[in-house]
């Protein structure tokens, strides 16, 4: 490893972090605005290993050129539990239509994903006065457990963002132990479980310019081209069971 350290990427080794090689993902029309891209954690707890892992997700993000916000989940009512105009409802719901991609980093709690993991994806509609906020958007999926490797979290969230609508991205990571993973300063340890970490990251970043300018045509659809558009408003407002 390089012995150039990056301030802020102290387990990182420079010399092969490459920058993203915008122009060889965008038409030359194409925005050329950082990608923006929003991070959810599933645990409120005060030392909270998915909470460390997101923030270690957002600043390889952010050295790869991304604008990253964090959404802080305490506070957050359970679904239906509220109005949706909640202020922490308002805030998710504005984060996701300002955000081209989203990380979803959750624990494994009961061979799951946690409740707050969950709560935040329910709390996201499906449409918005007919307009999907989540299709066509980039997702990466990470998570952390206690115990030995397991990949239930990172499914789930899979299916999830299928269910939204959202361009799953191939790679993912699942740390295993975590409390043995990050050490006294937070930091994530130099590993192959970090290397994964990165590489995930970096993937997040290239997709997303890859196909956000591509969102509206690659999700034009036939069955929808054929209704009119009060049939679509109708069927995609349909009232939440």
Known sequence: ????RLPDLPN???VQLHPINVDALVAPGDPRHPPRLLVLYGSVRPRSFSRLLSEEAARLLRWYGAEVRTFDPSGLPLPDDADAAHPKVQTLRELTQWAEGMLWVS?????????????QIDWIPLALGG??????KTLAVMEVSGGSQSFNAVNQMRILGRWMRMLTLPNQSSIPKAFTEFDDHDRLKPSPLYLRVVDV???LVKFTWLTRSRTAYLS?????????A?????RV????L
């Open 1 to 4: 490893m390089s012995t150039n």
């Open 12 to 14: 990182i080794d420079p």
């Open 107 to 119: 624990p494994e709690r009961h061979g799951a994903m946690t409740a707050i993991m969950k709560a």
């Open 131 to 136: 307009v999907r906020p989540t299709q066509g």
């Open 201 to 203: 990251c970096e993937e």
């Open 220 to 228: 034009d659809r036939y069955s929808e081209r054929v209704e009119t």
């Open 230 to 234: 009060e049939a679509v408003s109708r």
């Open 237 to 240: 407002n349909q009232p939440q």
